[in-house]
């Protein structure tokens, strides 16, 4: 009796059905195992590692892209943050802290220290559709601060000279002080950056912006 006959499992599965006195067995090709009547496929452990391999290297490689940049980032804003310092100090800061100090209060209230990234909002990003106008000594630009108020925004230019820079610096707390219709309101300035910025009223300015132009 040909056993065989009954062997679709073994067919079926890639298996070669070979007949044995009162039953058969089912040769499997390479790569097969046997159960019961049937073949299946052995699973290469080799091609596992190798996909486990590849999984793990790229995991690692995406980790170590990402680390780089967080340090990258960190590094920069650590950057930044020294040189706002170098710029406050350099530009006077420290010396209009102790004006602002020793002054009374309701002169305090009246000087206002803009942050670089305040003013870069307000004159989005110093974009130069925001120029008002030029002088020999800075560039004005239209800022919108964000109580709504509309201001110039001029870039100064000033000597790393200390001299200078304390003159500046007195120049700035007596002109926030001063509040006369014939005189431009200086808001406020900004000290951490290259170039002082200063935050005036925005009244008529003219191609040379002589009312913001100091000495």
């Known amino acids: 009796v ?3 006959l009954r062997a679709e499992s073994c067919s079926g599965s890639g298996g070669t059905c070979v007949n044995t006195l009162g039953d058969y067995y089912c040769s499997c090709p390479s790569g097969y195992g046997v159960y019961q009547y049937g073949c299946y496929k052995i699973k290469n452990n080799k091609d596992r590692m190798a996909i486990i391999g590849t999984c793990s290297g790229l995991g690692a490689l995406f980790v170590l892209v990402c680390s780089w940049w967080l340090y990258k980032i960190m590094r920069r804003r650590k950057r930044e943050r020294q040189l706002k310092k170098k710029f406050f100090k350099r530009n006077g800061g420290l010396i209009l802290q102790q004006q602002l100090s020793s002054g009374e ?39 919108i601060l964000p109580d709504g108020r509309i201001v110039a925004i ?3 230019k000033i000597d790393d000279d200390e001299g200078k820079v304390e003159q500046f610096i007195n120049e700035v707390v007596i002109l926030s ?10 808001h406020g300035c900004c000290l951490e950056t290259e170039v002082p910025l200063l935050g ?7 191609t040379e912006v002589p009312l913001l132009e100091r000495g």
Do not use: M, W
């Open 200 to 206: 005036h009223a925005l009244a008529h300015v003219p």
């Open 154 to 156: 001029k870039k100064s």
């Open 105 to 143: 209060e309701g002169n305090i209230e009246k000087t206002k220290v803009f942050t670089s990234k305040a003013l870069e909002k307000a004159t989005d990003n110093f974009n130069q559709n925001r120029v008002l106008g030029q002088g020999g000594q800075g560039t004005v630009y239209k800022g």
């Open 177 to 186: 002080q001063i509040s006369h219709r014939n005189v431009v309101k200086l």
């Open 2 to 4: 040909n056993e065989c």
